[in-house]
């Protein structure tokens, strides 16, 4: 049913974008250093951008380029190398070791399914209910004509969403409050104290030596010095 | 006018905006323009107004916009239901009632958190705006009739609810929370997202009326991709709601999360998935009853089973109410297996009385909380009845209506679901569910002896010697013999569970526990070694614990719903009968 | 109408199945958030390919919302992650044990 009308270069790049698509995919979650990682998810994008392209969204390959590549991509970037995390993970060790397996297995699974479905008729839905795509006037034009008539309504809250994100990332970037007074100002010295590996189990100035105002927020003052990388284990078993 | 512009104008035909309902939408803009109005105000405050004017602005907004959804809710009564904004939003009696819902919320977070900011040193404005924009995102969620606007709201939603997460920087374990939470609120959205794909490709639009239309037109003919976007929708509104097995977060999350922040995303979050949930189901895939019923069924028993079983078991509060939170989650989803309008006007009930019962509850446990949160384990609640009689009871009042007391609201959302369930035949899981109740009633009970000082709490049985399970001369009733069974039972449970902590205390802490009588075990674990700081300080008297006003407010209100609507529920379960859709089943 | 879509929808698809396992599989933060980057593209592609199906210009009204999604998610997450490793070096979900589970 197929393959009648398919001309070689459209077959061509699609087989190209695909491949670029696929091998860059997989290239984000093997690569070592994120920052390879995240110049594989480049060139993921790219194809998905050459891939619109081939089916008429010309506005939104345009679009893709310039907000994924262009902004997203250069964010992680600048955040890899603001944290200095470009140090390389060591992928063989995983504490979760039924994790790997499993998250392999569902992939799996999920491929058999897809594999399944693509031998199906792909259904189609019901034509033309937001205006049509590919006719006579632009892309941009069309799409311009939906987000502004049947998506009004969500275009007007993604500014509710761009708020959020530039709230959250100025309340998120800024130095946490220490006023005087408060536990995680004032118990600096004690939190270094009880990380000491000598501390015996008894530790009878463990109970005594401390004040009473730093109590049971210590772990978290030790913590914030930066001298002990203890696990506060508060919850109890699940 | 060049011959290039009035060519280009006379090709494009000219763009017909639809007509915007402002009145249908005036709730959510009130509260999400009062985010705006109020982020300005900080910003343009130089020091800073004291953090009680943001509070009152934000019960103010809350205020009037649950005044605008009830003006709403009387419009919808007199000229019927309809949709807004072609089609993008349905103004019904359910959106009403879930607009109403998250606008108690936003009053109760403004209250709840007015200590907690005060005392962390927090900036109030950044909080409680988020707080708003957050609550906006569950508002467009309820009333939203497209998928798009659906996943647009729980973004909304989820964004604010992870910074909120994240705001508690003095403690590490709240950035911790918030990352978890990201992570695996990302994945969902993501899995909820190509769900829409596929139903979209299925149908042919996002419009849950135009979907409901077009299912019920041509029935089953590809059924492959349309049930693969369903399954796909249930697991992202799944890992919203916290319905087992895709739970994992919550605890964690809860735990670390500021205490009203934690209340106020229990409330807040569930209500908003649960309503897409409602829509989802009940409005655009009434024709799949059959496919997604079961599917639901599965996820209400494992959840009720699971949030009851590992809630008893637990030594920290915060995830006690996680768990027990999750077991209301598969109360809630045995209102939604029912598929029925009873169902949906069930789950609209309870959600609303959970709203109160669980923004009172971590109102209390922030001021137990105390500085950076840290007091959350059970032992901190002991004695609370002396410490601060009032906090207690009003808290004691809280925990039974969530275990389903008579003479509360709590009792009658349980009954409610279970009504529409039975009446649609549903016996065994009425059933499971009276029992999974039973068994969470005990963790509840435990935590108001444990107040009360009637009973030796998990620690105590733990560590053997030092458990007095004092409950012998508390009173014969058979209802006070039997939590003591099931404290020992998770003493044993959580000592057994590879928790190196309790077994040190049974030996070497046995002395300081002597003194101190029973101890929050909050302690530092140090390169190889072991060190167990008793660190509860006398916890049988315990820390004095602050009762501010803005607490007292909050709780008298929810324990004032809780009860006063439970003795004479006809308000508001005719508020909540009114909760029918516009599409779909009635 | 050159190409069917149904492969375009293959490929989306085992694209989503990427993002999904390297989501599960990998502990760094920041590569799971492109994890999540991938699994988003997959839907704009499956959203793309259904509008050219359909001959309906709303799946491409859809992409450019996640478009949006995407870029506010992104700036959050990373504001999260720049908030906790501030304190610590490393970006490995393993660092993270304070909270069980």
Redesign the interface.
Known sequence: MLAVTITIPDLVTFVLAAAIVLVAAIGVVVSRSPVHAALCLVATLFGIAVLFVEQNAEFLAAVQVIVYAGAIVVLFLFVIMLLGVDREEAIGKDPLRAQRPLGVLLGLLVLAEVLVLSRLSWPIGQPHVAGPVGGPSSNVADLARAVFTTYLLPFEITSALLLIATVGAVVLARRPPRSAGQPGAATGQPGRATGQPGGAIGQPGGATGRPALDGASQPDAADETGTVRSPEREGAPR | MTPLLSLLVA??PA????Q?DYFALLPEIVM?GM??VT?GARSLTRRGLPPAVWTLVTMATGLASGTLAVLLGRRVETHGAFAA??G??AVDGFSVLFLVLVSAAVVLFALAAHPWIER????GA?LL??GM??A??AM?MAAAN?L??I???L??LS??L??LA??N?????S??????Y??LG??S???F??G???T????????LA?IGT?LAANVS??G???L?GLALLLVGLGFKVAAVPFH?WT??VY??SPSPVTGFMAAVAKAGGFAALVRILFAAMPTLRLDWQPVLYALAVLSLVVGAI?AV????VK?MLAYSSISHAGFILVGVVAASAAGAASVGYYLLTYTFLIMGSFAVVTVVG???D???DLEDYRGLARRQPLLALGFAILLVAQAGVPFTTGFLAKFYVLTAVIAQGGYVLAVIAMLAAVAVAFFYLRLVLVMYGWAGA?AGAGAGAVGPVGDADAAGAGEVVLPAGTTSLAGV??GG???P?LA?LGG??G??LATATST?V????????????????AAGDG?PVPFPDATKVVLALCVAFTVVFGIWPAPVVDFARHATLLFGLR | MSIPGSWFLVVAAMLFTVGAIGLLVRRNVLVMFMCVELMLNAVNLTFVTFARMLHDVGGQAAVFFVLVVAAAEVVVGLGIIVAIFRRRAGATADDLHMLKG
């Open positions: 090709q494009v763009l017909r905006l639809p915007v999400a985010a705006f982020l904004v072609d993008a939003l962390e040193g927090e900036d950044e705006s988020l924009l957050s906006s995102g467009f497209d798009l606007v996943f647009l709201g973004e909304i964004i604010a992870y910074v994240a705001l920087r003095r403690r590490a374990a950035g911790e929370a918030a990352i978890k990201f992570v990302a994945f959205s993501a899995i997202l190509y829409i794909a596929l979209y490709g299925a149908t042919g639009s996002t419009n135009r077009y003919t590809h492959g991709l349309l693969a994992t605890p964690d735990q670390g590992l078991v637990q030594r920290d995830r105390g500085p950076a840290a007091h959350q998990g449970g959580a569970g590879g928790e902590d040190v070497g802490g002395l300081a929050g909050e302690q530092a674990i140090s390169g190889e070694g072991l060190v167990a700081a008793p660190e509860g300080l820390d």
